[in-house]
């Protein structure tokens, strides 16, 4: 089955720095790789996704490249902020639409 | 739309206890899953659905049960409860790619 490995286990950065978080997959078979931004004592919400067909996919200040040949996709964070501040999980899915994801990085964002 | 409700929130059960996790969906998504977060482990997949009347074994499903009878419902079932169980559990559904989770059942088994 799919192996998701994600680093850092916990990124701490200043506010207004930047952020970046990678994760590898296992399975050449998967194209869909979500990432999920959870905070404290809430559920895990998509922030932003990406297809096997697409290289890097961007929304105001979070991005997400993939590079398919290394199977490792990375989700970037640009002027950071504190409520940034939060776990994020990264996945992986074939066509099954059965992900499996990391084991979660814990952003801190200082002011 | 509400869409994936768990219940309970909250829950305290003792060792040999058994209880039901309720999930409901009002997306109509085919595909449900029950995930546990445990600190520092992600999110394991236990049981998942493809539609009703049929689920499939996750990663970590020992010790649990699940049944799909309607679209909208996937409870989740613990029998003779263990301390191993304490973590948080998620419901989620789909209906393609993207999955959508509910708010959360916290557990711990005393």
């Known amino acids: 089955g799919e192996n998701v490995e994600q680093h850092p286990s916990t990124l701490s950065v200043q506010e207004g720095d930047s952020a970046v978080i990678k994760c590898t997959y296992s399975?050449?078979?998967?194209?869909?790789f979500p990432w999920y931004k959870q905070e404290l004592g809430k559920r895990p919400q998509l922030i932003i996704d990406?297809?096997?067909?697409?290289g890097e996919k961007k929304d105001q200040r979070i991005a997400v490249t993939l590079n398919k040949t290394a199977k490792h996709f990375s989700l970037h964070i640009t002027e950071t902020q504190p409520e940034d501040s939060a776990v994020y999980f990264c996945?992986?899915?074939?066509?099954?639409?059965?992900?499996?994801f990391g084991r979660g990085t814990s952003l801190i964002v200082h002011p | 739309n509400a869409g994936v409700t768990q219940t309970p929130k909250f829950r305290i059960l003792k060792i040999g206890q058994s209880m039901t996790l309720q999930c409901t969906q009002d997306?109509?998504?085919?595909?449900m899953y029950w995930y546990r977060q445990d600190p520092g482990m992600g999110l394991k997949l236990i049981y998942y659905?493809?539609?009703?009347?049929?689920?499939d074994k996750g990663e970590v499903p020992n010790g649990y049960n699940v049944s799909r009878s309607t679209t909208e419902d996937f409870p989740l079932r613990l029998e003779l409860a263990a301390p191993s169980q304490t973590s948080v559990y998620f419901c989620?559904?789909?209906?393609?790619?993207?999955?959508?989770f509910g708010e959360g059942s916290w557990l711990t088994v005393v």
């Open positions: 996945g992986a899915s074939g066509g099954s639409y059965i992900p499996t």
């Open positions: 659905s493809v539609g009703a009347g049929i689920t």
């Open positions: 997306m109509n998504h085919n595909y």
């Open positions: 399975d050449s078979a998967s194209n869909y």
């Open positions: 990406i297809r096997s067909n697409v």
């Open positions: 989620a559904g789909g209906q393609g790619d993207t999955i959508y």
